[in-house]
């Protein structure tokens, strides 16, 4: 038995490192495939939407066919769509190509979440939450992965063709991984989507979709504007992205003992106040001390993503891989809805500078303190949401004999 969860959970873990790379790779060529077709930043904008939308999308189709078809063949789906997305897009001569072979990485994306998460919570019952936080460590890993080879082949003069293809290398992987993978026929969450769906109606799912949006934002939003801070106060962002993502890494594989000393709902309190704490910090801080500001954001966000998708099936249980599914496409949803926003943050916040007559860098700083400002929402509401939750799933458990997950659906 554990030979065959061991042997799945390395597969999931691969097919992970593949998603995250995307993320790492096609944000360092970016600036090359504008410059190699002639595309504006409005189009660039549409083409990066697309790995946004390609993966809710895919999450909301994944987690209604779950339990009809199994975590295989969703699995068997973002290989094929993995592939095919990244060979459009080393052979793609313009925008429409770029698009649609975007919108596939995205979807393959989404299909892995949409078919590991699940199953790393059904293989792991008694330690969902632990097992799903050591699975996404290879979100932040795959990222340092991607952004050391996207600059080795860089500074070897290697083309943006190239870097897209090494992602080729983990994704032909894990599909010859999947060819010996032995799938059993699992049934630790209610196999019926009819079930699955009566339960998403339930004061504690639909609070925790509520908080998934914030969380993805206040993690993901505020990481696209950090290096805009890094780089006008001469920090470097490369530095800073190697530490962030390996905090991330360390603080996911250990999740186990806080898990189980602070149990999920006060984890999510206590990511809640690090990261407004770092938010703030990065808000009212220039150089040197920029490090500990991102050393405490990237503490903060590190237990966001994979411990809301615990608590959906600790907490949540009968919502089942539905349940996991539209949470986790309703935090990258929320990512890509808030992105435009915040985009309006920083095109204010630049003619204010601007207006003062301060310097190239003095603007830059001041832009990127605003915007962070601005994004200090996010966590700060958190803080409130998830003192309640705490102390809702402390009196659950004060009342009731049984385990965690039949707190409510």
Same mark, same amino acid.
């Given at each position: 038995m554990h030979d065959y969860r061991s042997q799945l959970f390395r597969l999931s873990c691969v097919a992970l490192t593949v998603t995250s790379m995307t993320f790492a790779i096609?944000?360092?060529?970016?600036?090359?495939?504008?410059?190699? %077709?002639?595309?504006?930043?409005?189009?660039?904008?549409?083409?990066?939407?697309?790995a946004f939308l390609g993966f809710p999308v895919a999450t909301m189709f994944g987690g209604a066919i779950y339990n009809a078809i199994g975590a295989r063949k969703l699995l068997v789906l973002a290989f094929l769509c993995h592939f095919l997305g990244l060979t459009l897009t080393v052979t793609a001569d313009g925008f429409w190509g770029l698009l649609i072979s975007t919108f596939l990485i995205g979807f393959a994306n989404g299909s892995v979440e949409a078919g590991c998460n699940p199953l790393i919570a059904e293989l792991y019952p008694q330690k969902k939450t632990t097992m799903l936080?050591?699975?996404?460590?290879? %979100?932040? &890993?795959?990222?340092?992965?991607?952004?050391?080879? $996207?600059?080795?082949?860089? !500074?070897? &003069?290697? !083309?943006?063709?190239?870097?897209? $293809?090494?992602?080729?290398?983990?994704?032909?992987?894990? &599909?010859?991984?999947?060819?010996?993978?032995? %799938?059993?026929?699992?049934? &630790?969450f209610e196999h019926s989507t009819i !079930?699955?769906?009566?339960? #998403?109606? $339930?004061?504690?799912?639909? +609070? #925790?979709?509520?908080?998934?949006? %914030?969380?993805?934002?206040?993690?993901?939003?505020?990481?696209?504007?950090i290096e805009r801070i890094l780089g006008a106060s001469g920090a470097s962002p490369m530095l800073i992205l190697a530490l962030m993502a390996g905090l991330m890494a360390i603080g996911r594989y250990f999740a186990g003992p806080i898990v189980k000393t602070l149990n999920p709902a006060g984890v999510l309190l206590a990511s809640a106040v690090l990261s407004t704490a770092g938010i703030y910090m990065l808000s009212q801080v220039s150089g040197?001390?920029?490090? +500990?500001?991102?050393?405490? +954001?990237?503490?903060?966000?590190t237990y966001f993503w994979p411990t809301m998708l615990g608590c959906a099936a600790e907490y949540t249980p009968k919502t089942g891989a539905m349940g996991m599914s539209l949470l986790g496409g309703a935090g990258m949803f929320a990512v890509s809805m808030w992105n435009p926003i915040i985009g309006s943050w920083i095109d204010t916040a630049r003619v204010n500078a601007q207006a003062s007559n301060a310097s190239d860098t003095q603007v830059g700083i001041d832009v990127a303190q605003a915007v962070l400002s601005n994004l200090l929402f996010f966590p700060a509401v958190l803080i409130v949401a998830f003192i309640g939750f705490y102390f809702y799933v402390a009196k659950c458990h004060a009342s009731a004999a049984h385990a965690p997950s039949s707190i409510s659906n």
């Open positions: 096609r944000a360092g060529i970016l600036g090359q495939l504008g410059l190699e %077709f002639g595309l504006t930043d409005t189009e660039l904008g549409w083409i990066n939407a697309m936080n050591r699975f996404h460590v290879w %979100f932040p &890993g795959g990222i340092v992965i991607g952004a050391i080879a $996207s600059n080795v082949m860089t !500074s070897w &003069g290697l !083309s943006w063709q190239w870097q897209v $293809s090494i992602i080729l290398l983990p994704n032909l992987l894990y &599909g010859a991984m999947m060819l010996k993978a032995y %799938f059993p026929d699992t049934h &630790g !079930s699955n769906l009566k339960h #998403l109606i $339930s004061p504690v799912y639909l +609070f #925790l979709v509520l908080c998934m949006t %914030f969380t993805a934002t206040a993690e993901l939003g505020t990481q696209q504007w040197g001390a920029v490090y +500990f500001a991102v050393i405490l +954001f990237a503490l903060g966000v």
